[in-house]
């Protein structure tokens, strides 16, 4: 006998089961319009999300380089500071280091062009030519002929 009652109450429970899922199918018609609805929202919201994350990427680059932009101007800031444009010789100017800025840096010129641009190029000696001395960067190859005479006049006005 319990087994047979076992055996009603499984078909009871069953039919029941039926009966909420006809009962269902009209919520599920509802629910399935709103669950569409939900998931639009989502799907939505998510390609917001990932347009946003890809805009702050793009502005945490841009924010990198004008950091990078500013550190650069600072230390150009500063190398203006060290350095003043000078006539070497008549028609010819270099940037010369300041004698107050460092003590122990030798008295050396950069090339105006590459100073301009951003960059120290230190002006090399390259060779006597007749009474002149010539002054290169190896950098743009700019030459400068110095003056030996013009230069021991520079160079006492210096001193004195």
């Known amino acids: 006998m319990e087994g047979a ?7 009871i429970v069953t039919t ?3 009966l909420r899922e006809l009962q269902g199918l009209q919520l599920n018609a509802r629910a399935r319009s709103t669950a569409n609805e939900i998931e639009r929202v989502l799907t939505n919201g998510w390609t917001e999300a990932i347009r946003a994350q890809a805009y702050c990427l793009t502005l945490s680059g841009e924010l990198t380089a004008l950091r ?10 500063t190398d203006r500071k060290r350095y003043a444009l000078e ?11 300041r004698f ?11 090339c105006a062009p590459c ?3 951003g960059v120290r190029s230190i002006l090399q000696f390259e060779h006597f030519w ?4 010539m002054l290169r960067c190896h950098r743009c190859s700019a030459c400068i002929f110095l003056d030996c005479d013009y ?4 160079a006492n006005e210096a001193g004195a």
Not at 68 to 77: E, F, G, P
Not at 100 to 110: I, K, T
Not at 130 to 133: E, M, V
């Open 68 to 77: 990078q932009q500013v550190t650069n101007l600072r230390n150009q800031l």
């Open 130 to 133: 007749h009474r002149h001395t």
């Open 5 to 11: 009652s076992g055996n009603v109450l499984d078909r």
């Open 87 to 97: 006539q070497i010789t008549p028609g010819s100017f270099a940037y010369g280091s």
């Open 16 to 18: 029941l089961d039926h």
């Open 100 to 110: 107050a800025v460092e003590a122990n840096e030798a008295r050396h010129f950069l």
């Open 115 to 117: 100073f301009d641009q």
């Open 151 to 154: 230069a021991r006049k520079k």
